[in-house]
């Protein structure tokens, strides 16, 4: 995941510095033209793009020839002596039975293998597949137990009371648009608070990005030059971050989850920083900050939904997410506008979108107190 939003970032190191560069030559207009231009070579660069089975090359697996009982080879090759244990007996047992599925005749005509004890091969065929069956048992419980680990069995145990083919005939045109787009997620708390969350961050994080050459150019007085060195260093350390965030998160043990909300705070402090300060170097080195924190968010945003969400949900649940990032965008954007036409400065108007953003950390920690969950008994 680090790797390909490191790759994806490059563009917003390079377009600043070569949009600098063209407004010295072109007007706006022309410039806008220019870098159009540039957008619609992805339109012949994607019809490139080709599926990855179309150069698969097939491999033909041969299963291994097992030697005879007249064979000479079963004379030649040299047997191993080991003593037999009760873990190689049941994996052996364990892959005649998968292999044999319910024939208990096939599996008592087969021939025992080599190093078992007699009492070893008068296992039944019932006792080996209720021990397979055991075994798949905690297979499952043990995956389901970690893939569920930050409320993702709240999805499945409703997934489990509801059949697929109950109630199709009699459900009414809600009901199947319902359905259709898995608007049911909305009744799960852990969902809504979680997509709201992000979409208010994201929100908050897309117009500061917005407003900050204007923001710049009045408040500090930069010019283009100044403003476009400042992103341009913004994101390479955005994308010298986003390559190493996975292996910081591994190093500090802490969940996708609490790296996202660690860059959400980040991103509020530093931003407060940036108009504090109005000196050149020091909001340089704010922005070096400012892109560490965007780094981290922008690999950990993406994982914190499949983590609460089942996979076959997962589609809904992202649609649904995007969704809530555009009403956000569309009541805020006009809010920020306002405060700056009422109070005629930027600074309140950062303030606005950093209490925007700690509403996502402040409702998650909240969620996560007051829905703690108790510990089972055993």
């Known amino acids: 995941m680090g790797l390909a939003v490191t790759i994806s970032g490059l563009g917003n190191v390079l377009l600043p510095l070569a949009v600098s560069f063209l407004l010295r030559y072109y007007t706006a207009s022309q410039t806008m033209l220019i870098m159009a231009a540039l957008v619609l070579h992805c339109v012949p660069a994607s019809l490139l793009l080709q599926p990855v089975l179309w150069h698969r090359v097939p491999v033909k697996e041969q299963a291994p020839l097992l030697p005879q009982e007249g064979d000479d080879a079963l004379q030649t090759v040299p047997r191993r002596t080991r003593t037999a244990t009760l873990t190689s007996v049941d994996v052996g047992n364990s892959l005649f039975a998968v292999a044999d599925g319910d024939h208990d005749d096939q599996y008592q005509q087969r021939p025992p293998k080599l190093g078992r004890s007699v009492s070893q091969q008068r296992k039944t ?18 995956i389901r137990d970690d893939s569920s680990s930050d409320g993702n069995e709240e999805f499945d145990a409703s997934a489990e009371s509801q059949s697929p083919e109950q109630g199709q005939e009699n459900k009414s045109c809600f009901g199947k648009i319902v359905d259709l787009f898995d608007l049911d997620l909305l009744t799960n708390p852990t969902y809504v608070i979680t997509a709201a969350g992000i979409a208010l961050a994201f929100c908050a994080e897309i117009n500061f990005f917005l407003l900050t050459p204007v923001i710049f150019k009045e408040l500090h007085g930069f010019d283009t030059y100044q403003i476009a060195k400042y992103q341009s260093s913004l994101a390479t350390t955005d994308l010298i971050f986003r390559l190493l965030a996975p292996y910081i998160a ?69 649609g649904l997410s995007m969704l809530m990032k555009s009403i956000a965008f569309m009541t805020l954007g006009p809010v920020f506008g306002s405060i700056k036409d009422v109070t005629g400065s930027f600074v309140y108007v950062v303030v606005a979108i950093n209490v925007v953003a700690m509403l996502t950390a402040v409702v998650w920690l909240t969620k996560d107190f007051c829905f703690k969950k108790k510990p089972t008994e055993d």
């Open 125 to 142: 065929s019932d006792q080996i597949k209720e021990e397979d069956t055991n075994s798949l048992e905690n297979i499952s419980l043990t």
């Open 250 to 318: 591994e190093f500090l043990k802490l969940s996708n989850r609490s790296m996202y909300l660690i860059s959400i705070v980040g991103l509020s402090l530093f931003r407060a920083l940036v108009m504090i300060f109005l000196e050149y170097e020091y909001v340089m080195v704010m922005g070096l900050f400012l892109g560490m924190a965007k780094g981290v968010r922008t690999v950990f945003m993406p994982l914190i939904l499949p983590a609460i969400v089942p996979l076959h949900r997962l589609p809904s649940a992202i």
